[in-house]
């Protein structure tokens, strides 16, 4: 567990993009694969590329390559995801229902496989294959079921507590969509506030629109 903390997070994040760009090239054939055409697929430096494996170990051959098929494995087992990770979600609206239909119907090796609401009208629906479940039997559900993994997608004010409820139960990493900042004790929590994503996104629209009007006055 120390040897993993020392890893970057920014390493971690890339892992899953090589495992994709992976298991693609494998599906078309590729069977041995260069950091170099790895870069040329994900955009990411092979430099990059070559150091962030280099914290796991040595899996290609000098001059060869690695083996596109094996590789994919290692990130497999690097992240924990040789078999398929249930996921719990907290909070069937909108967001939380768009969330679990992708899981269900994209990702075979992390999926959503529980999911919690707190409105009468809301529990007992179906989301796919999925029965939403009154979160007062969350704590318990997720405990039984030993999952490790939550997305939080609830109003802020009970962010908190859902937070604290899965911590009870035995989770150790969240996804946060609720537009608060948590912490629990030995849990990692990754947060994804989609307000501030789309305004620092602005930013660049708005630079084309002052270079739009620089111009256009230069003309002027």
């Given at each position: ?53 280099a914290?796991?170990?040595?899996f ?21 995801i ?55 039997e ?22 908190p ?25 030995g ?16 930013f ?17």
């Amino acid at each position: 567990m120390d040897e993993r903390r020392r890893i970057p997070q920014a390493t971690v994040r890339r892992l899953p993009v090589y495992l994709r760009d992976l298991t693609e090239a494998a599906a078309h054939g590729v069977t041995v694969t260069s950091s170099s055409e790895m870069a040329a697929r994900t955009g990411i430096s092979s430099e990059q590329i070559r150091k962030d494996l280099a914290y796991f170990g040595a899996f290609g051959t000098r001059g060869v390559g690695y083996d596109t098929r094996l590789l994919a494995a290692e990130i497999r087992r690097i992240l924990g995801i040789e078999r398929r990770v249930g996921v719990a979600l907290v909070g069937a609206g909108h967001l939380g229902f768009a969330l679990a239909r992708y899981s269900r119907q994209e990702h075979a090796d992390v999926a959503i496989t529980m999911v919690f609401d707190r409105h009468p009208k809301v529990v007992g629906t179906r989301i796919g294959d999925l029965t939403v479940l009154p979160v007062e039997e969350m704590e318990e559900r997720v405990r039984e079921a030993g999952i490790r993994m939550a997305v939080i997608a609830v109003p802020g004010e009970e962010a908190p507590g859902v937070l604290a409820a899965l911590a009870r139960a035995g989770v150790e990493a969240v996804l946060n969509f609720s537009p608060v900042a948590l912490s629990a004790p030995g849990v990692h929590v990754q947060h994804i506030d989609l307000t501030l994503e789309l305004q620092s996104l602005a930013f660049f629209t708005s630079l084309r629109q002052m270079a739009g009007a620089a111009v256009a006055e230069e003309r002027a």
